[in-house]
């Protein structure tokens, strides 16, 4: 009975690098490809606060406010080309879709500007890798 175990096991850690391998696009890639995420908001918090990515890579973000104010999701710390124009301000029960795609990796925190929301726990970040 054992072994039947440890071949499962052995069958589920190929799986997993098969797919993470999959996954996995080096630098200088012709297609970065694109991603999308979700991001649940509520009070005070976005969940999950972090979106990952690699430069140049764009991605799909819908923020989906399940709480019970207006939230929204705002880099205050650069200048954002793509985002102009953007409203990401979203009612309760709404959402609202933003492509996002930085060029220079780095980490660029973001936060939800409706005053006090930030300083209670609204805030985040996206980690660029190169
Ligand atoms: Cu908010």
């Not at 069958?11 to 200088?28: C, D, E, K, M």
């Not at 012709?30 to 140049?56: Q, Y």
């Amino acid at each position: 009975m054992k072994w039947i175990l440890t071949l499962l096991v052995a069958a589920a850690v190929l799986a997993l690098v098969g797919v993470s391998a999959l996954a996995n696009q080096r630098p200088g890639d012709a297609d970065l490809g694109s991603k999308s995420i979700e991001i649940v908001m509520t009070e005070m918090r976005f969940s999950p606060n972090r979106i990952d990515a690699r430069a140049g890579q764009s991605v799909l973000v819908t923020i989906v406010n399940r709480g019970s104010e207006r939230h929204d999701l705002a880099f205050p710390s650069i200048t954002m080309p793509d985002l102009r124009g953007v409203e990401t301000l979203t009612m309760p029960g709404e959402s609202t879709r933003l492509t996002l795609s930085f060029d220079a990796p780095g980490t660029y925190p973001f936060l939800c500007t409706i005053p006090g929301h930030a300083a209670a726990g609204m805030t985040g970040a996206m980690f660029v890798s190169p």
